[in-house]
């Protein structure tokens, strides 16, 4: 979990799912400028299906000489550590798409390094603002993210559950529903920024606040 933070003099920046996109990671940055005084907020799915996660993860840990950075863990996170606990899950996590992954970090989940699976393992369920949630996939409207269980927080989509305002009043900022027409899905009470980079769409970002968007060019 994660505290509520206050952030008056920055801007705060959420970055929807990677997936291994490490060239879309770095034009986005490019294009943000981040600032000492801004916080970026990581939904999550750094890796797999897309070709380079070992960057990905090196950008992201270097991110922090610039500006403020949280990050959450997505279920893809979960399902590697999940593979390094129990051999039997590996199968499942190359399925959907730890392979990518693997080649990344040169074909064995042994090479990738200790402080990568540090920084994974530190990565948190939520993170909360004075007017915003942030969290890797869907919520339940009538109870603290605290109290939501991982199936909620990381792994049902929106198709599955279109949840209502939720009781703090906030916003509520997610990952993880791919939108595949490249757009953001914005329900007003609710913003979903997987515009399925590591398919045919484009990486995002956007500033809560301003509601600046930033994304990357689609590949041909």
């Known amino acids: 979990m994660s505290e509520i ?4 003099t920055g801007r705060t920046i959420a970055i929807g799912d990677i997936h291994g996109c490490a060239s879309e990671l770095q034009t986005l940055l490019d294009l943000i400028q981040p600032a000492p005084e801004d916080t970026i907020v ?21 991110l922090p000489e610039q500006c403020h950075v949280i990050t959450l ?36 989940i042994s090479s990738i390094p200790k402080e990568h699976l540090a920084f994974l ?8 603002t004075d007017d915003h949630l ?3 996939a869907n919520y339940l409207p009538a109870t603290p993210l605290d109290q939501q269980t991982p199936q909620i927080l990381l792994w049902t989509h929106l198709t599955d559950l279109r949840p209502q305002p939720h009781v703090s009043g906030k916003r509520v900022i997610v990952g993880h529903t791919p939108q595949k027409n490249g757009k953001i899905l914005d329900f007003g009470h609710l913003v979903c920024l997987d515009t399925f980079c590591f398919g045919n769409g484009v990486l995002t970002a956007m ?7 930033w994304q990357t060019a689609i590949r041909t």
């Open 134 to 136: 942030f969290v890797h």
């Open 207 to 213: 500033d809560v606040h301003s509601n600046e968007v």
């Open 42 to 62: 990581f939904l999550g799915d750094y890796i797999d299906r897309g070709p380079d996660s070992k960057t990905v993860i090196e950008t992201v840990m270097a």
């Open 5 to 8: 933070i206050s952030n008056n």
């Open 121 to 128: 393992r530190e990565c948190v369920r939520f993170h909360e």
């Open 73 to 108: 863990i997505g279920n893809h996170e979960v399902m590697l550590l999940d593979a390094l606990q129990q051999p039997l899950m590996q199968s499942l996590w190359i399925q959907f798409g730890g392979q990518q992954t693997l080649d990344s970090y040169g074909g064995d």
